[in-house]
């Protein structure tokens, strides 16, 4: 019904950039809210970045004024650009879409995720 696509993730030094996408395919009618998590090891898996279908954003306090969501509904796809990255930025990092597929129905969907690694 869905399938969704993770890319972006790889090593970069502190101070670096990572630009992160997550490409939806399938029986989408519409998508709405899209979303980043992350989760590094120990640690709890945390709301990274939000964007509503209507363009409405918000952010984790640790990332911003660094990380910037944006969205492409003709492609279905969800980036996160990621600047000034710091060490402790390092964690998997995964999408969450809201979808309506065109059977009506609605559906939470995760990508598969993508490791980030921030280090020296």
């Known amino acids: 019904q869905v399938q969704v696509v993770e890319s972006g993730g790889g090593l970069v030094q502190p101070g670096g950039s990572l630009r992160l996408s997550c490409a939806a395919s399938?029986?989408?009618?519409?998508?709405?809210?899209m979303g980043w998590y992350r989760q590094a090891p120990g640690k709890q898996r945390e709301l990274v970045a939000r964007?509503?279908?209507?363009?409405?954003?918000n952010y984790a306090d640790s990332v911003k004024g660094r990380f910037t969501i944006s969205r492409d509904n003709a492609k279905n796809t969800v980036f996160l650009q990621m600047n000034s990255l710091k060490p402790e930025d390092t964690a998997v990092y995964y999408c969450?879409?809201?979808?309506?597929?065109?059977?009506?129905?609605?559906?939470?969907?995760w990508g598969q995720g993508t490791l980030v690694t921030v280090s020296s």
């Open positions: 969450n879409l809201h979808v309506v597929l065109t059977s009506g129905r609605y559906l939470e969907v």
């Open positions: 399938g029986s989408i009618f519409s998508i709405n809210t």
């Open positions: 964007i509503t279908n209507g363009g409405s954003t």
